[in-house]
Every structure is written in structure tokens, then in C-alpha cells.
């Protein structure tokens, strides 16, 4: 570039020198042979050292001390000139010298505004080394962009820190938290790695471990105590029975006392059984004992007998129809009536309902509910009323198919029997479509059948079953917490957070940022009512998104409410989930 040996003097040239470095504002270094660009990064900030960009000292730029005319040879500026205020807008226009940062001595800093471009940039010529510093400087400049991103995003101040790191801890905001810090370098993922590892994975896991130890023992101490419990009742009634003998009890005065006791049909008809076997000799202590054993014995109820016919025909039918075969020929019925569904759900999964062509499935449903009506009837016909009635599976299946029964009426008598293009305007409540719906979901639940016919599908249920009877008075506590806690969001946030009217729904949702509470619409998880804060607490307890909970109530409602769902969290997601697997782990299988 060519050396600038003096300032012009003209008032309006003046304006274009940057008032920070005492480089030209336009980018565009003016001479009468010369139409050059300086370089780009001289524009946006200091980023020379002392001595200055090598460019810059070409062009007869100063560094942060002096001005320098040529490479090599500065000269201080005058202080007379720093006295003029010669030195504040333009440079030194006595001495012929380019303006170097206002002087100490310098009582203020004149910066005036920026005046419209000498030339277009079209017109501009970059050096090569300008394009080399500008990429250098454009990537610092987003490594301080995501850093501020990161600082003022998750880590602002103690509190933002805090709160970050908590829900970090239930990798619900896993790697949304990272990435800023992540993409200006790869080390800091070390940070976030490390506290996952410990926190999430090590701690939580430990808590689980602490729980489980605390309760260890717990199920099988509380039947200990219930069956000692027990066994010393049973002995106070053999004492108090056994003095009007003294020798023992006799039968008749112990069944005149168990048909006042308390428990069940089966159980005082096992007992009684259990004593009439004994002939009438004195029960010792022992043996009454022994005699209340049978409480803990399951009772096997017996199906009714089967009907009897005389006709050998009868007979044979009887024996084909109530045989476990015909069970599997409805399993595999049921089956292949799921299979056609699902094609015809797969087949018409880009035509819109309304659309629709429900000929040939309306003719499937009423074949296949036809078959399911005459399995019942031949059912009943082989096993009895009764004996249809005491199978758990048979109740089942009948419920499920005459309410299948009532719907194939219902839509028959509404739109008429199905034909080709059979696609009719909705009638009543519910459409053509709708009814359909509620058939096919019919027949997924009578599909269940088939849980007591594969042994491995029964002990899965049955374990189910087992563990909903054992954790009974668990629910309850949990019920209990589920219900303070609702009532107490309730006083505390009802009304906090208002929906937007429809009308303005879809703007606010457009400027709101994203993976907020306004974009993610998450209005109705909210605490105006009972049912309400009960969805919003189950919400929360999952931990998937709860971070969206904490940022929208913490901004309408105030940063203490942090510490309500900071709460709620540790009490159901990490004390009761804990506590849970924990009673888990203790019932276990039930055994074969």
C-alpha cells in the first residue's frame, strides 16, 4: 500500500478516520493513485499488538502510543497538539501526523457518527493478507458468541448454575446443556461427562442401593410379625376354650366360636372340615394349631358339572366344543380378524377417514362377530351356564362379545348393511368411522383371552396381580402425597400462568423460543383445577421435559417456585421410584 505522509485538512476527510485506531472509518484507503481497501479486521476492534498489523504500519498507521509517517521511525505526538484538541477527530493536522488513541492529557473523546461509504463494494479491493486475518478474526468472534450463549443461558449466575446442573442430574436436558460450551471446544464435554458419571449414574444408583438396604427384610419381617401375631391370638382362644375342660377343647365349643369369627365362607368350611375329620376327641394345643393352618391354604374351586345328555350325537358335540382345541381354533380366529385390521388400517393410512371405503371390513367385522356369538353359544352348550359363568376367561370373552354384539346392531340399524362405496354422512353421536373404532378396539381386548392359554404370558400376569395385592397400602401412601401436593400447587399457582386467546395462539407460539413452555403449547399442564395439577405433577414425576416446567413457572410465578417442584421431584421421582423398585426387588417372582 502506499505510505500516507499527511493528514488532508479538509474537515470532511477528517470524518473518515476510525476513531479508535486512527484508521479511515470507510474502508477504503483514498489516494490520488490509489483506490484500495485497508484491511477488514482494522474496522471491527483493536487486534494489533504494540508495534501494530504489519499492513497497518505500511500505511502509515500508529500503534497505541505514537504515530508512525514511515516503517521504522515513529514520533511522539506533540502535546501542544493534545492541548489544541487537535488530536481528538482527525488526526494531527498541525505536525502532518495520523491520530493515535486519545492522549492521557486528553480530557475527552470525541467520536463522530458515521458518515455513508466512499465507494460501493463493488468497487472495493481486498488484499490478499485482509482475507487471511478475516476468518481468524471471525472465529473468535463466535467462540465469545458461544460462550456468552452457554454463560447466559445455563450458568448466569449460582441459582441458573444450580438449577442447570440439578436437571442435568436426570439427563432430562442432556445434551441441550452441553452443546454451547461443546461447540467453541470439544474439552469442555469432559465437564459434563464427568458430573453425569457421578451424579446420574453413581449417585442415583447408590440412593437406589440405600433404599433397597433400608427396606431389606421389610416384606418378610411384616409377615413374621402378622403370622406371630396370629399364632398368639390362636393360643389365648386355646387357653380361655380350654378352661371350661381343662384338659382341652372340645369340637363342638370351638365351631359354636367359629361362626362368629370373622372370615370367609371357604375358610370356616376347610376348618370345619379339618375338625369334623378329628372324630370328636379333644384338640390339643398342637393340633388347634394346625387346625387354623388351613387359613393359609389357597382354596381350588370346583367348576360346576357339565350337562348331561343322553344322545350320542350330543355327547360328541359336548366333548368337541368343550374341549381346550376349540379354545385355540377362537385364539387363532381372533388372530387373523387383528391380521385383517391391521392391512386395512396399513392400506388405508393416506385416505382420510370420511373417504374411506368400509365395505369389505364392515363385511369382515360381521363375520367374524357372527363366529364369536356362535363360540359362545356352543360354550354354554358344552359346559352349562354355570359352567361357561366359573371360567375367569369365558366371563371375559362373553362380556367383550356381546358388547360387540350391541355395537355390529347399533351400526346396522344407523347405516344400513354395508355395500360398495359404503361411505355414509355421519348419524347420531357417533360417526360411521367412530363405531368402527370402538369394534376393532373391542376385538384387541378379546385377544387378552389367550394370556391364561402360553404359561409364560400367565406368570407375567399373575405376578402383576400379585404385586398389585401385596402393594396395596404403598399405592395408598402415594395417593396420599399425590393429593397434598396438588392441593398446595393449587393455592400457590393457580391463575399463574393464562393461555393466550385462540386468535393470537399461533403468533405467540412463533416468536416464543424454542423448546419453551409458550412453543411446546404445554398450556394445559397448569393448576387452576384438581385434575389439572394432578396431570402436571404425573408430568413432572417423568422427568422428561421437566425443565420446562421450572423455567415457565419460575418466569410467572416468581424463582421460589423452584423449590416446590425441586421437592416434588426428590419425594416421587427419587425417594417413591426408588422405594418402589425397592419393593420390588424384595417381593420378587412368585415362585413355581
Given at each position: ?8 485538512t ?22 490520488e ?13 483493536a ?10 504500519v ?20 506533540p ?63 463466535g ?10 443461558t445455563?450458568?448466569q449466575?449460582l441459582?441458573d ?5 440439578l ?18 471446544n ?10 453425569t458419571?457421578?451424579?446420574s449414574?453413581f449417585?442415583?444408583?447408590l ?12 416384606l ?16 389365648a382362644?386355646y ?9 382341652g ?74 374341549h ?16 385383517s385390521i391391521?392391512?386395512?388400517?396399513v ?6 377417514p ?10 369382515l367385522s ?21 359352567g ?14 356381546l ?14 348393511f ?33 394370556i ?10 399373575s ?9 396395596r ?18 393455592n ?14 399461533a ?59 425441586v421437592?416434588?421431584w ?20 412368585p415362585?413355581?
Amino acid at each position: 500500500m502506499l505510505l500516507l505522509e499527511r493528514v488532508p485538512t479538509d474537515p470532511e476527510l477528517h470524518h473518515f478516520l476510525h476513531p479508535g485506531l486512527g484508521l479511515y472509518r470507510d474502508p477504503v484507503f483514498a489516494h490520488e493513485d490509489c483506490r484500495r481497501a485497508l484491511p477488514l479486521p482494522a474496522l471491527g476492534a483493536a487486534l494489533w499488538p504494540d508495534r501494530g498489523h504489519r499492513g497497518a504500519v505500511l500505511a502509515g498507521l500508529h500503534d497505541r502510543r505514537v504515530c508512525e509517517v514511515l516503517p521504522g521511525r515513529a514520533r511522539p505526538v506533540p502535546e501542544e497538539c493534545v492541548a489544541a484538541g487537535l488530536h481528538r477527530g482527525a488526526g494531527c493536522v498541525c505536525c502532518g501526523l495520523d491520530r493515535v488513541p486519545l492522549s492521557p492529557l486528553s480530557g475527552a473523546s470525541a467520536h463522530p457518527p458515521a458518515p455513508p461509504p466512499l465507494l460501493p463494494a463493488a468497487e472495493l479491493l481486498h488484499d490478499e493478507e485482509d482475507l487471511e486475518v478475516h476468518p481468524v478474526v471471525a472465529a473468535r468472534d463466535g467462540q465469545d458468541e458461544h460462550e456468552k450463549k452457554e454463560r447466559l443461558t445455563y450458568f448466569q449466575n449460582l441459582l441458573d448454575a444450580f438449577t442447570s446442573l440439578l436437571v442435568l442430574l436426570t439427563t432430562a436436558n442432556n445434551p441441550d446443556v452441553m452443546i454451547p460450551a461443546y461447540s467453541e471446544n470439544r474439552a469442555y464435554a469432559i465437564f459434563f461427562i464427568v458430573f453425569t458419571l457421578i451424579g446420574s449414574l453413581f449417585l442415583m444408583n447408590l440412593l437406589t442401593a440405600i433404599i433397597y438396604n433400608q427396606f431389606r427384610g421389610y416384606l418378610m419381617k411384616s409377615l413374621q410379625t402378622s403370622l406371630f401375631r396370629r399364632r398368639l391370638g390362636t393360643r389365648a382362644a386355646y387357653e380361655v376354650l380350654c378352661s371350661l375342660t381343662g384338659v382341652g377343647v372340645m369340637p363342638q365349643d370351638f365351631l359354636q366360636v367359629l361362626e362368629k369369627a370373622q372370615l370367609s365362607s371357604s375358610q370356616k368350611q376347610a376348618i370345619m372340615e379339618k375338625v369334623r375329620s378329628l372324630d370328636g376327641v379333644l384338640l390339643s394345643a398342637d393340633e388347634f394349631q394346625k387346625v387354623f393352618s388351613e387359613v393359609d391354604r389357597g382354596v381350588v374351586r370346583e367348576h360346576p358339572p357339565r350337562p348331561c345328555y343322553r344322545s350320542p350325537l350330543l355327547q360328541s358335540a359336548q366333548f368337541l366344543f368343550g374341549h381346550r382345541y376349540f379354545d385355540y381354533l377362537g385364539n387363532c380366529i381372533t388372530l387373523a380378524n387383528l391380521v385383517s385390521i391391521c392391512v386395512f388400517l396399513v392400506l388405508d393410512e393416506d385416505v382420510a377417514p370420511s373417504d374411506r371405503d368400509n365395505f369389505v371390513l364392515g363385511v369382515l367385522s360381521c363375520v367374524f362377530i357372527m363366529y364369536y356369538l356362535l363360540e359362545l353359544l356352543l360354550k354354554v352348550f358344552a359346559l352349562g351356564p354355570w359352567g361357561y359363568l366359573s371360567y375367569p376367561e369365558n366371563l371375559f370373552d362373553g362380556l367383550v362379545t356381546l358388547a360387540l354384539l350391541v355395537l355390529e346392531i347399533l351400526m346396522l340399524a344407523v347405516y344400513g348393511f354395508p355395500y360398495r362405496g359404503w361411505k355414509p354422512e355421519m348419524r347420531g353421536l357417533l360417526s360411521l368411522w367412530d363405531m368402527m373404532r370402538l369394534v376393532n378396539i373391542l376385538i384387541v381386548f378379546r385377544f387378552l383371552r389367550i394370556i391364561p392359554n402360553m404359561k409364560l404370558m400367565a406368570v407375567v400376569a399373575s405376578t402383576i396381580l400379585g404385586l398389585v395385592q401385596n402393594l396395596r397400602a404403598f399405592g395408598g401412601i402415594l395417593v396420599v402425597v399425590y393429593y397434598v401436593f396438588a392441593i398446595l400447587g393449587i393455592n400457590l399457582f393457580q391463575g399463574a400462568i393464562v393461555a393466550p386467546a385462540n386468535d393470537s395462539l399461533a403468533h405467540d407460539n412463533g416468536s416464543a423460543p424454542c423448546g419453551s413452555f409458550e412453543q411446546l403449547e404445554y398450556w394445559a399442564n397448569n393448576f387452576d383445577d384438581f385434575a389439572a395439577a394432578l396431570i402436571t405433577l404425573w408430568n413432572v414425576m417423568v422427568v422428561n421435559n421437566w425443565q420446562v416446567f421450572l423455567e415457565a413457572y419460575e418466569r410467572y410465578a416468581g424463582r421460589w417456585s423452584l423449590v416446590y417442584f425441586v421437592l416434588w421431584w426428590l419425594v416421587s421421582s427419587v425417594i417413591w421410584v426408588n422405594l418402589f423398585l425397592a419393593l420390588l426387588l424384595e417381593v420378587g417372582p412368585p415362585q413355581s
